[in-house]
């Protein structure tokens, strides 16, 4: 259940407590932001989070800057808060992929496709889960960034396995059950989605190459469509895609179109296939 409560925040928050039913510890209540996408304004623009993420990447290179950087956040505000609008906009995005801002226009679809887009939206993304991911390590107890994540996605009740479905309409149910599947691809893509630059120990080369495969498992491409599709600074580091093209793949004819030549990934990659990649637009 969870029941709403007001409390002495630095940034006026309305914080709601959120009680969680698991099957080893039992209930467990998590205090967290409150917000409501549909009747407050909401935005999928954070760009001082994203610019602290920019930061947060570099921490790792200075010794015990970290640990200094929290703790100077930790007095303005709690992580949580921190992280507070992200959260606001993957759920928005959620929503709008799920059809629930239909009817506000194109604006929204239009805003979701540039968010997704390899090209377009590659960093907004990519920093959203880097904020995350590093959110979710620094924190006692990453249980608070996932109820905060079900609270503002209004499933709690789904998770806590109480949700009355007798009386909701059909489509609402499906939007529920839709939603789920969102939270479900950003608890995983904060759990997986390591071959960064800025998260593990890999190398620009490596990374690229996870890009590169994962669009390869998806089916035939061409080599415009890889270079098209792959998060490469200003058509950057071509060169690098191509040695990893004639590595991971076989270029061979279009059976459609015995004019063009594509590309296939070797069946020896494909254990390195995530069907739930982050970064799979559908």
Known sequence: MATEKCRESNSSLLYAEVKLWTSRAGAKTY???KKCVFTQQVSIHAPIQRFITDMIVCFDNCLGLTNRALERLETHCPLIEIVDP???ALTVLAQTKVGMWRRNGAPCEGQ???YHHPRLGMYPKTNDLT???ACASLMED???L???????????????ESLDE???KDEVIEQVHMLADEFFLIIVGILLERNHRHVAEVSHEEELRHQVLHQLCTG???HSEVIQNCHLDEGKHEVMVENILHTIAERKTCKKDTSRKVYHLKSDYMTEFNPYHYFYTR
């Open 166 to 168: 007798k009386n909701l």
């Open 31 to 33: 205090d967290v932001p």
């Open 142 to 144: 990453p249980g608070l």
């Open 86 to 88: 992200v959260l606001t």
């Open 131 to 133: 904020l995350l991911q």
């Open 112 to 114: 979701y496709f540039i």
């Open 220 to 222: 035939e491409l061409s």
């Open 146 to 160: 996932v109820a905060s994540m079900l609270e503002r996605f209004q499933l709690v009740s789904w998770a806590n």
